[in-house]
């Protein structure tokens, strides 16, 4: 069956490395709460990043984005938001495969704004949802289940279909970063595409 997902493109004002990529998803780590606002933390996979290159990790910069940002889960559309951001390309991983950096954001989001409340899920870091921007309705591969262990689904177009979702797998080398210290190792699957999210490896 074919899944749909949504066409993105970040627009950026001034970047050595040139905006998104069509097809950037990313995810949203609720990083605390108050009574009243969620603070998150929104992070895309390096491959996102228009010149980026396949082995080039070395990647130090931020960029400015002006446009919508969409949190979804496997119930389609979560909030909408639309403003100017300023996003830091940061370090987040070294192992085997190099020094790795990421786009990330950091926002304070009132919880009224949601249409359903979102909860962090601890063993994955206290990833809470996905994030997608810039919606334009295209076509993409069906998903390829390759884990048993679904954590999370999402629906990016609010069609009743899942079009993206993680799933942990255990690594050997029992040294994956940061808490808990579960050894689980977390993957981002698009169609039939899949990315780390968890820094693990020697």
Same mark, same amino acid.
């Not at 970040?10 to 004002?13: A, I, N």
């Given at each position: 069956m074919t899944a749909k997902i949504f066409l993105i493109i !970040? =627009? =950026?004002?001034v970047c050595v490395y040139g905006q998104f990529r069509p097809n950037s998803l990313g995810v949203a780590y609720l990083t605390g709460e108050t009574t009243d606002s969620y603070l998150l933390t929104i992070a895309f996979p390096i491959w996102t990043l228009e010149k980026?290159?396949?082995g080039d990790w070395q990647i130090k910069d931020s960029l400015d984005y002006t446009g919508e940002i969409t949190f979804l889960d496997k119930d389609g559309d979560l909030l909408t938001i639309k403003q100017n951001n300023h996003f830091k390309v940061q370090f987040w991983c #070294?192992?085997?495969g190099g020094t790795q950096f990421r786009p990330t954001l950091e926002m304070s989001i009132q919880k009224k704004k949601f249409k359903r409340k979102i909860n962090g899920i601890n #063993?994955?870091?206290n990833i809470a949802c996905f994030v997608i921007t810039n919606r334009i309705d295209i076509k993409m591969e069906a998903l390829d289940n390759l884990s048993k262990d679904i954590k999370l689904k999402g629906d990016s177009n609010n069609d009743g279909q899942i079009d993206c !979702?993680?799933?942990t797998y255990y690594d050997e080398a029992e040294n994956c970063s940061? #808490?808990?210290k579960n050894h689980l190792g977390i993957r981002l699957q698009i169609g039939k595409e899949h990315f780390s999210l968890? /820094? /693990?490896g020697p």
């Open positions: !970040f =627009s =950026s004002t980026y290159k396949s #070294e192992n085997d #063993e994955i870091q !979702f993680l799933w940061g #808490e808990p968890r /820094c /693990c």
